[in-house]
Structure formats: structure tokens, C-alpha cells
């Protein structure tokens, strides 16, 4: 029994004296292993008589327990410190600049729409959107160009394959083609939607992709565009072309932009307008660069670049989103966004825009840290 107590004195010793994990199991193996003194004392009950037993077994037991309860500390012990020492070596400076590693961009789509945002804002807008995948009603009917408009062909669209044919809408097809899905051609549908949620006085942009069945330099299936719309009492022209013109100095940060205002033709507008803006072609081919002049596209080395369509909100349109079309008129415009970017920052194919070179973003893209902002200037360069 005192062999006992003495290997238990020095195990506990040496267990307090362990400074590391590893040796603290050598002590444990030494002592609670299979062949450890403690296992083998346990094993010494068997050959002794019940009265020697009775005595002995709590003994050894209360031994096991006090070496196992001493090795379970000092383990919770040695792995604070361990934990604590990891914390000590692992500090960060987070005052010390980020270390080089390859940084992502903001596309020049993603920031030209937060500088949309930024400038309509400052006019009172706010910035709606509407679903990619749209219905024929929201994308043509309701824009006053029902089944049989000729305009509708004018859109190279992307239908889904139709529903009717499945039996849901079937028992009567026009149902069934009001519900024809389709890629949204543009993001007039926008208008739609919010008209007939907020009801007037309205006043928004809604920018957004957009798909159509066409691809070459200046097309690709997929581009952006963004709505405009205002929706009023005595809303006329006049309101469009200051609203317009407004914008394009604030986007192109210069005063001497001319707009040229085109009579033109779309269903959901009427009067209609194309919106052309004077460029120098002269760069062209040229990366890099503000294309955007001011003075006449007829000028020497100037040119129009076709921007997007507008015009005052066809009253069947108001009517088919429910606005009293007596009280309010309103007037729309559609503009390319990727040919904005273009003028602005100086790329001449579109297709680039969407291969997703990084060389190309990383020539183009902007960083994160510029937020266009009206008072710091809504183009910066990275
Ligand atoms: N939705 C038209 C297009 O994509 C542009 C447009 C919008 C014209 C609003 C007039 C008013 O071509």
C-alpha cells in the first residue's frame, strides 16, 4: 500500500512537471496505460482474499481517480497555454496595407449603373427592376403592341417553349398567350409593373439586362439598358429633353454635350424620339478616352451615336396599367447602357464586355472603392 502512495507522490510530480502534450501521455500511459502501475495494481486484486479486496479496491481505486483527475487538469492546462501562445504569434495589424494579391474589379456595366443611381437620384428618381423572365403582356401587349404588331418582330425574341401545349392553358389560347414567357426584350416592361404597383405620380429608372436573338460588334444576346419613366401631371416634352440633357452633362462631366432629338417610332410612346449624341469618331480604334464631344456630330470628325428611344407615354399604355390617362401624362425613355459605357470610357467592342478576360477588367474594371458620387465626381478612373 505505501509502494502505492509513493508511485502515486511521483506521478503526480512528474505529471505537474510535463510541459508539453506529449510528455504528459507518457505519464499517462505509464500510469493508467495497459501495462501502466496503476492497471497492473488493479490486476493484483484478483489473487487476494475478499477481506484484503475490500480493503484494497477503494485504495487503488481512489488512486486511479486522483493520477486521471491530476492528468485531465494539467491537459486542460497545457492546451490554454498552447491556444494562448497561438493567439500571441497569429496578431494581425490591421493598420498595415493589404498584402498584393489579385484583386477583383467592378465592371464598367456595374459601375455605370451605380452612376445612373447616383445622377437620377439627385433629380428625385428612385431605381426600380422587374423580372428578366417576363411574360408577353408586361413585355409587348401592354406596351400597346399586341399579337399581330409588326413592331414585335423587330425584336429577335427568345420565347420559352409555350405552355399551352401542355393542356394547363389550352382551353383558351389567348389566356395562353398572354402567359408566354420570354428573355425580356427591354426594360420597358419595367414601366408596367410599376405603374400598376405604385399607381402616379411616378418617377424612375430601372436598369437592367436585357436579351435579344443578335450578336456581332455592337450586338450581343444579352446587354443592358435602362428605363426611364415619369408619370405626372402636365408632364411634356420639354420635361424630357431637359431631363435628358441634364443627365448626359452630369454622366459625360461636361456642359457642352449636344443632344440631337430624332422623330422616331415605338408603339408605347407619342410622340416618339431617338436620342443621338455627338462623338469624335476619330479615336476610334484608339483605347482608352473620353469619345464624347461637345459640338455637332456634323463636324469634321464627329459623328451621332444612336443612345436609345423616348418619347411621351402613349396613353394606352397608362390605361393598360391603370393610371386615369385624362390626369396624367408621362413621358419614357430607353437607353443602352453598354453604349454609354463605350462612349464614356473608351471600348470599342461590345463582345469584350462579356468575355470575361481579365486582362480586359483589369484594364477597365474599377476598384471598389470608387463609388461614383456627384460631389467627387461620378466617373473617376481606377
Ligand atoms: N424600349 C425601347 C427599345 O428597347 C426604348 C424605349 C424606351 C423607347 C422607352 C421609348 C420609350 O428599343
Redesign the pocket.
Known amino acids: 500500500m505505501t509502494d502505492l502512495i509513493d508511485q502515486k507522490q511521483a506521478a503526480l510530480a512528474a505529471i505537474d512537471a510535463s510541459t508539453s502534450i506529449d510528455a504528459l501521455e507518457e505519464q499517462r500511459v505509464a500510469a493508467l496505460g495497459k501495462k501502466g502501475w496503476v492497471s497492473l495494481a488493479l490486476k493484483t486484486l484478483g489473487q487476494m482474499s475478499p477481506e484484503e479486496r475490500k480493503e484494497a479496491a477503494p485504495a487503488i481505486q481512489a488512486v486511479r481517480g486522483e493520477v486521471a483527475g491530476a492528468i485531465d487538469a494539467k491537459k486542460a492546462e497545457l492546451e490554454a497555454a498552447a491556444l494562448e501562445a497561438q493567439l500571441a504569434s497569429e496578431t494581425i495589424d490591421l493598420t498595415l496595407p493589404a498584402p498584393d494579391q489579385p484583386k477583383g474589379s467592378i465592371h464598367p456595366v456595374s459601375q455605370v449603373m451605380d452612376e445612373l443611381a447616383e445622377i437620377f437620384a439627385d433629380l428625385g428618381f428612385s431605381v426600380a427592376t422587374g423580372p428578366e423572365i417576363e411574360d408577353d403582356w408586361h413585355n409587348f401587349t401592354a406596351?400597346n403592341m399586341d399579337e399581330s404588331h409588326p413592331a414585335r418582330a423587330m425584336?429577335d425574341t427568345f420565347y420559352f417553349p409555350d405552355k399551352a401545349a401542355d393542356g394547363a392553358a389550352s382551353s383558351s389560347e389567348a389566356v395562353g398567350q398572354q402567359k408566354r414567357m420570354l428573355l425580356r426584350?427591354?426594360?420597358?416592361p419595367v414601366?408596367i409593373r410599376s405603374m400598376k404597383d405604385e399607381g402616379a405620380p411616378v418617377r424612375l429608372i430601372a436598369p437592367g439586362r436585357?436579351y435579344r436573338s443578335d450578336s456581332d460588334a455592337t450586338h450581343t444576346p444579352m446587354f443592358h439598358?435602362v428605363?426611364?419613366?415619369v408619370v405626372d401631371e402636365d408632364i411634356h416634352l420639354g420635361h424630357l429633353k431637359w431631363t435628358l440633357e441634364t443627365f448626359f452633362k452630369a454622366f459625360f462631366e461636361r456642359e457642352d454635350i449636344v443632344l440631337r432629338l430624332r422623330p422616331s417610332y415605338?408603339p408605347?410612346?407619342e410622340p416618339?424620339v431617338e436620342v443621338d449624341v455627338g462623338y469624335s469618331n476619330e479615336g476610334a480604334g484608339k483605347e482608352g478616352g473620353r469619345r464624347v464631344v461637345g459640338g455637332h456630330g456634323d463636324a469634321p470628325g464627329h459623328d451621332w451615336m444612336e443612345l436609345?428611344?423616348?418619347?411621351m407615354?402613349n396613353r394606352r399604355v397608362l390605361e393598360f396599367a391603370g393610371i386615369d390617362a385624362d390626369k396624367y401624362q408621362g413621358?419614357?425613355?430607353?437607353?443602352g447602357i453598354d453604349r454609354i459605357a463605350m462612349l464614356k470610357y473608351g471600348m470599342n467592342d461590345l463582345r469584350a464586355f462579356f468575355d470575361g478576360d481579365p486582362r480586359w477588367l483589369n484594364h477597365y474594371g474599377f476598384s471598389p472603392y470608387d463609388q461614383p458620387t456627384l460631389s467627387a465626381g461620378v466617373g473617376v478612373r481606377p
Open positions: 406596351l425584336h426584350t427591354h426594360t420597358s414601366q436585357v439598358q428605363e426611364g419613366l415605338f408605347f410612346t416618339s436609345g428611344g423616348s418619347g407615354v413621358f419614357a425613355f430607353g437607353l
